[in-house]
Antibody, heavy 119, light 107 residues
Framework: QVQLVQSGAEVKKPGASVKVSCQAS????????INWVRQAPGQGLEWMGR????????KYAQKFQGRVTLTTDTPTSTAYMELWGLSSDDTAIYYC????????????WGQGTLVTVSS | SDDVTQPPSLSVSPGQEAIITCSGE??????VSWYQQKPGQSPVLLIY???KRPSGTSERISGSNSGNTASLTISGTQAMDEADYYC??????????FGGGTRLTVL
């Protein structure tokens, strides 16, 4: 069965960076893209960007351009999201999600990783 | 504008039909998917490419998209349908935009 398992909760200080991992299993990693979505406490979903599992091509939401880096490690079927220059506004649950057919159809989601930014 | 708008809340009685809308400029030219999220859980895909149901989505749930409005319809609403619902609009330029979400309450 398809699973996306994310790394554990993080607490960071303002100005720091965070790197969240998402390990996929149950399918051929290179066949699908991975997207990253975050959700601030009590707020809605916000798309951050996607990375192709096939060739590593990325597309970022304009809001995060220059502040987020998405990467993959195909041998371990793992995707990574690194966010720089953290502020309290970045406190959120960060999700990875598999994209089924490249049209914004996220059919499997990770369990989420809570990132707390606090001094 | 790339913004996609949903009503913040919707209340229905059990057994009634719930229609959750998602509005945006020329939304009908984009692919829309719908997600359900219950408290403390990850979102779940309900509808993709406007009107397709993944296996596991109840037949009570359907989607449509035309003009400036996409809709998610839940027929025979049950208590288990109480959740937050998000639309997602996809196109080749902006790629992905989420609506603000609609909280469905089953009274």
């Amino acid at each position: 069965q398809v699973q996306l398992v994310q790394s554990g909760a993080e607490v960071k200080k303002p100005g720091a960076s965070v790197k969240v991992s998402c390990q996929a299993s149950g399918y051929t990693f290179s066949t699908f893209a991975i997207n990253w979505v975050r959700q601030a406490p009590g707020q809605g979903l916000e798309w951050m960007g996607r990375i192709s599992g096939y060739n590593g091509h990325t597309k970022y939401a304009q809001k995060f351009q220059g502040r987020v880096t998405l990467t993959t490690d195909t041998p371990t079927s793992t995707a990574y999201m690194e966010l720089w220059g953290l502020s309290s506004d970045d406190t959120a649950i960060y999700y990875c999600a598999r994209e089924l057919r490249d049209y914004g159809d996220f059919d499997y989601w990770g369990q989420g990783t809570l990132v707390t930014v606090s001094s | 504008s790339d913004d996609v708008t949903q009503p913040p809340s919707l209340s229905v009685s059990p057994g009634q039909e719930a229609i959750i809308t998602c509005s945006g400029e020329n939304l009908g030219t984009k692919f829309v998917s719908w997600y359900q999220q219950k408290p403390g859980q990850s979102p779940v895909l309900l509808i993709y490419q406007n009107d397709k149901r993944p296996s596991g989505t109840s037949e009570r749930i359907s989607g449509s998209n035309s003009g400036n409005t996409a809709s998610l319809t839940i027929s025979g609403t049950q208590a288990m349908d109480e959740a937050d619902y998000y639309c997602l609009a996809w196109d080749t330029s902006t790629h992905v935009v989420f609506g603000g979400g609609t909280r469905l309450t089953v009274l």
